[in-house]
């Protein structure tokens, strides 16, 4: 009997040794910021979750954050964070994710304002939504752009972009496929709005530390980072830098000033 006794115990404690899993924490409010951009019912969130990894880094790098719903945002509304991971990967390692959502409120949307009759429509990077805005009123200026790429909140989550709020690649018709670097984006430039001024130039001062060949024109208006492809012309810059000038709220020759700094 008390052999009987002994075996069911060591039976026992070898299922839970060899079987059990580990609660590990996806997120926690502390640890995750949420930032919302945008104006009052054209809102847009973004999250960034500094979790303690513990000795589970390689499962982590399956973890995602994202905000549900994120669009048409409006102050008061409640939104859900959520941590999505690889189950293969949580069996693997024998973790059992917890705390994997929470709700918050939205909050700090400025109200939107509306323009008179009178008042210059000219678009200004003070008040930038959206990259989609910015591409559609170069084209309304006249430039020949003809291809675009629009990130989604999961390939910024993807790529790490932390301060990245909205982002897109665009092509410039005139030197589509012309880029000096083989496995480049789109030939033409980028547009990034940042969740601030300093986030801006962090991205700049980090883009021209790992890449010199395709991008040679570099721009900050405010927290909107720009970039043109060095295959474009002067010309063609200047034309670009024309309608930068407008939309930062007509200081004449800050966009050639930026590019004589070679920023």
Do not use: W
């Amino acid at each position: 009997m008390l052999v009987v006794l002994i075996l069911g115990v060591l039976t026992t404690g070898s299922y839970f040794f060899f079987f059990a899993k580990t609660d590990v924490s996806l997120m926690d409010e502390k640890d995750c910021t949420v930032t919302f951009s945008g104006t009052n019912g054209k809102g847009k969130a973004n999250v960034a979750c500094m979790m303690d990894q513990g000795n589970y880094n390689d499962f982590f790098t399956t973890v995602k954050y994202t905000v549900k719903p994120n669009e048409n945002l409006k102050n008061g509304q409640t939104v859900y964070v959520e941590a999505r991971y690889d189950e293969e990967s949580a069996r693997h390692y024998r973790i059992h994710p917890v705390n994997t959502s929470f709700k918050t409120e939205v909050e700090g949307l400025e109200e939107p304002v509306e323009k008179s009759v009178q008042e210059d429509t000219t678009l200004q990077f003070s008040n930038l939504e959206s990259v989609k805005q910015m591409i559609d009123f170069l084209k309304e200026q006249g430039l020949p752009i003809s291809d675009v790429f629009y990130y989604d909140q999961a390939t910024i989550v993807d790529e790490e972009l932390d301060q990245v709020v909205d982002k897109a690649y665009f092509e410039d018709q005139t030197i589509a496929g012309k880029s000096s670097k083989a496995n480049a984006h789109l030939s033409g430039g980028t547009i990034e709005i940042c969740t601030s001024k300093q986030a801006a130039y962090d991205r700049l001062n980090k883009v021209n530390s790992i890449d010199h060949h395709q991008y040679m024109y570099n721009y900050v208006f405010g927290k909107v980072y720009v970039r043109l492809d060095k295959a474009l012309s002067l010309e063609q810059v200047q034309a670009y830098e024309a309608v930068f000038d407008q939309m930062n709220n007509r200081q004449t020759g800050s966009a050639k000033a930026m590019r004589d700094a070679n920023f």
